[in-house]
């Protein structure tokens, strides 16, 4: 029984010894985008059945509406926008839409080079 309090004990301590970063990547969109809409059609449907999209679930902001709890690095001139956030501050973006084959490669890389994120397969590669 003492085993059991004290590991318990320890596990609390490791679980509230840090926060958990989870990322988040806010789509910045506006109506009549036609580059939102071709995203729309190629990559949304597939984004959250996708390991990035569960690793950065996708958060759509309208860019005559940021949200006050974005913490952004500069301002956002055109959409769509792809920002990678982690507890609500930009960490990176993309600026545009470059087409379904070159998105995934795109995303990938921001995410390997500023995040946790391993591709699947990589684990241990390091």
Known sequence: MFRAKVFGGVLAALLMAGPALAAELVMVEQVGCAWCARWNDEIAPAYPKTDEGRFAPLRRVDLRRMPEDLEIARRVTFTP???????????????????????WPLLEKMLVEHTRYAPAGTEGNG
């Open 81 to 103: 926008t792809f920002l990678l956030v982690e507890e609500g501050k930009e960490i990176a973006r993309m600026e545009g839409y470059p087409g379904e084959d070159f998105f």
